[in-house]
T-cell receptor, first 117, second 112 residues
Framework: GAVVSQHPSRVICKSGTSVKIECRSL??????MFWYRQFPKQSLMLMAT?????????EQGVEKDKFLINHASLTLSTLTVTSAHPEDSSFYIC?????????????FGPGTRLTVL | GQNIDQPTEMTATEGAIVQINCTYQ??????LFWYQQHAGEAPTFLSY????GLEEKGRFSSFLSRSKGYSYLLLKELQMKDSASYLC?????????????FGTGTRLKVLA
């Protein structure tokens, strides 16, 4: 089956530092990946759509300069939370949509729990 | 605008049947998905409807009525491990690319 990995699974950082989260599709190519954020007991909120080789499309209210997305290859997208603050603490989940075959769904990574002190 | 509504919480008994409803308003509808999410974990895919009607997959079935903007997830022969959040998500392509919008999720508690 389609597997998506995320690294790291957990990260604790000091306020003001930057954190990079990697999302990889392990056994398929993904032209499109999605980044979500989920606060406790809430649903997933789409932050941005990451397209290989082009700029990410950000949802309204998401600061593109704060959440930098790079989709450099068909199997890797990265999200960098710059100058993180405690209110950025959340569960960040990526998903990948296969470029071909099985494109009717998206496959989620295991998530990254970010805690900013 | 886009709006997806689900009940916040539901409780059912082991062995019973439960129906989780989802209503939506969206432009560029291109499919409705149901996901299961256990606490602290990522969602896992359960079912997908793009045409009206019922899709059955083992103990899980999902129904869609596009004219009513309505879907439900039916879980049969409930097991304790089914205690989880169930997320309804609508895929739309109004912006020219696929986007998935999630409902708030329904927390299901299965009691012995």
């Amino acid at each position: 089956g389609a597997v998506v990995s995320q690294h790291p699974s957990r990260v604790i950082c000091k306020s003001g530092t930057s954190v990079k989260i990697e999302c990889r599709s392990l056994d398929f190519q993904a032209t499109t990946m999605f980044w979500y954020r989920q606060f406790p007991k809430q649903s997933l909120m789409l932050m941005a759509t990451s397209n290989e080789g082009s700029k990410a499309t950000y949802e309204q209210g998401v600061e593109k300069d704060k959440f930098l997305i790079n989709h450099a290859s068909l199997t890797l997208s990265t999200l960098t939370v710059t100058s993180a603050h405690p209110e950025d603490s959340s569960f960040y989940i990526c998903s990948a949509r296969p470029s071909e075959g099985g494109a009717d769904t998206q496959y989620f990574g295991p998530g990254t729990r970010l805690t900013v002190l | 605008g886009q709006n997806i509504d689900q009940p916040t919480e539901m409780t059912a008994t082991e062995g019973a049947i439960v129906q989780i409803n989802c209503t939506y308003q969206t432009s560029g509808f291109n499919g409705l998905f149901w996901y299961q999410q256990h606490a602290g974990e990522a969602p896992t895919f359960l079912s997908y409807n793009v045409l009206d009607g019922l899709e059955e997959k083992g103990r899980f079935s999902s129904f869609l009525s596009r004219s009513k903007g309505y879907s439900y997830l039916l879980l049969k022969e409930l097991q304790m491990k089914d205690s989880a959040s169930y997320l309804c998500a609508v895929r739309n392509d109004a912006s020219g690319t696929y986007k998935y919008i999630f409902g708030t999720g329904t927390r299901l508690k299965v009691l012995a």
